[in-house]
């Protein structure tokens, strides 16, 4: 399952959040971020479990990878490693960015994962591991 595809199955099953992975009522999972609905989308509930986020990117080794932010913020805050180069190209990992995309620009989680399918392929593989 590649990145994009489990964000959009988690979405498909929560509503949106942001700010934080997860929103949980009691036991009930009730909402995502777009990084809690790619592990949702992989994993299903068992997401939430705490082992499960740790792991993130053992799941999904492409949000290590660097690339360039869709979006042009001039005064993005330099959270997880984000860096602003030429003024406004924002580049950091693909886990970073999306973030970024979905607590600070407010984009959707699909939007999110049509914007990674557009990756060239070589920046979304997955690393062998080591
Ligand atoms: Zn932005």
């Given at each position: 399952m590649t990145l994009a595809d489990a964000i959009r199955k988690g979405a498909e099953q929560l509503a949106a959040c942001r700010g934080q992975m997860f929103?949980?009522?009691g036991s009930e999972t009730i909402s995502a971020c777009a990084l809690g609905a790619?592990?949702?989308g992989l994993l299903g509930p068992t997401a939430t479990r705490r082992e499960e986020?740790?792991?993130l990117t053992n799941h999904f080794?492409?949000?290590d990878a660097t690339v360039e932010s869709p979006c042009v913020?001039?005064?993005?805050r330099y959270?997880?490693?984000l860096r602003v180069q030429d003024g406004s190209k924002i580049r950091g990992s693909i886990g970073a960015v999306i973030i970024h995309l979905n607590d600070i620009?407010?984009?959707s989680r699909e939007r999110i994962a049509d914007w990674l399918d557009t990756l060239p392929e070589e920046?979304?593989?997955c690393p062998t591991p080591s």
């Open positions: 929103v949980m009522v790619a592990l949702w986020r740790v792991a080794p492409a949000l913020c001039p005064s993005v959270e997880y490693g620009d407010r984009w920046a979304t593989a």
